[in-house]
Every structure is written in structure tokens, then in C-alpha cells.
């Protein structure tokens, strides 16, 4: 296996989370005890995955035991993130992003099954979940299991799942449209996925589904507490 990195986006807000995130980042909420980014880290380690860049914003300093905790982390500021979009945060790792094969995971998931990390990805890839009926969340449209747009809201659908992989090539690829966008006007409302729909002709990604139950988002209260009761059900 080729060299493998991982940048873990751990900027936001995470304001509908609120009253938790008042006093703490939402990547550090604790699902049955454990922070929500160490499920993500503790599946990027067992893939043998060889750095682990974690950008941080809000609260950032918060996350400074990491460090100590895993010895392949390294701990990487994004200062704009009050006033841009995710984008920022991989502008802030422009140095590492497009350097080696890549995954690029948000920090707000609970991963309940590790096993998800261990997939042998034959090309650029974002991780899915097939939602029946309507989702108003980022799906993905196919052709032939390629994506070619990256949008909101389908109808039985691909919805994104918070993880992606990318091969060296195409990493460097969406480093170099970041690179072009951040001069235009209005980049800094962009999340970084449109900035990879802007390129779907010219890099092959696809999909790779992943089980239902084994990767969680975390928005609400509403999603952490059912969460906590399907993993608690799980153990039974």
C-alpha cells in the first residue's frame, strides 16, 4: 500500500449542537463516553494510515491532547473560519493535500464500524449511504457508478457520509481548483465538495457504499441521542 495521509476537517461551530458546543467543539461530544473524532481517528490507525492532519477552528485549542494521545497527529489551524466555509479548511492544509493518497473525513461522525476504513478503494471515492424517498441532504447524482454532480436534495439517492478518498493525482487536482477559486468573488461561501463538483469532468470519482449503520453524522441533540440509543441497543 502506497503512503496514505488523512485530513480531518474539526473547524466548526457546531451550532445546532448548541447548548454542548457552548463549552466545547462538536468533533469532542462523546458518544457512550468516547469523543466523536477518535472513532473517526481510531479507524484512520487501524487502516495504518501514516499522518493525520486535524484542522481546527473553533475552540482549537481544545483538541491539543490529541497530540499526546496518538502519536501520528499533527494539529493544523484554520484562522478563517468565522468568516469562510469549509473551504478554508482545506486551503489550510494546502501544503499536505494533493502530497499523498488521501482520506478527507469530517470530524462530526460517530463510526460504529471501524471495518469501513479497511476498503480497498480502486479510485477516488466518496462514501455513501442510499436513502429511500426524499433527503435534503448533499447527495450524490451517478452514471455508471461515477458521480458527475454534487448536489442538495434527491429522491432515492446517494447521500454523502462524511468520508472521502482520493487518490494522490486527484487530490492535487481539487488543491489546484481550491488554489484558482480562492481569488474569485464568493469563494468563501463555498463548501469544499462544490469546489469538487466543479471538476467532475476531468477527475473520476465514485461511490462507495457503505452500510447504513455503520457511520453516523452528528447535527442535532435529536441525532446524538439516537445514536446513543442504537449503539446501546447494538450491545445488547
Known sequence: MSEEIAIVLAAGMG???????????????????????ETVIGGLEKRGVQKIFVVVGYMGEKFDYLIQKYQ?????????YLEKNNISSLKAVGDVLGSADCFICEADLY????????????NSCYYAKTVKGYSGDWVFETRENRIVRITKGACNAYNMAGISYWYKEDARMVKERI?????????E?????????SILDKVDVRVCEVPEQSIFEIDTIEDLHRVETIISDKAI
Open 111 to 122: 463510526v460504529a464500524d471501524v471495518a469501513i476504513f479497511q476498503k480497498a478503494n480502486r
Open 179 to 187: 488554489d484558482e477559486v480562492y481569488h474569485l468573488e464568493g469563494h
Open 15 to 37: 451550532n445546532r449542537l448548541q447548548p454542548l458546543t457552548k463549552t466545547i467543539p462538536k468533533p469532542l461530544v462523546k458518544v457512550h463516553g468516547v469523543p466523536l473524532i
Open 72 to 80: 501520528n497527529v499533527e494539529i493544523v489551524k484554520n484562522n478563517e
Open 189 to 197: 461561501k463555498l463548501f469544499w465538495d462544490e469546489v469538487v463538483d
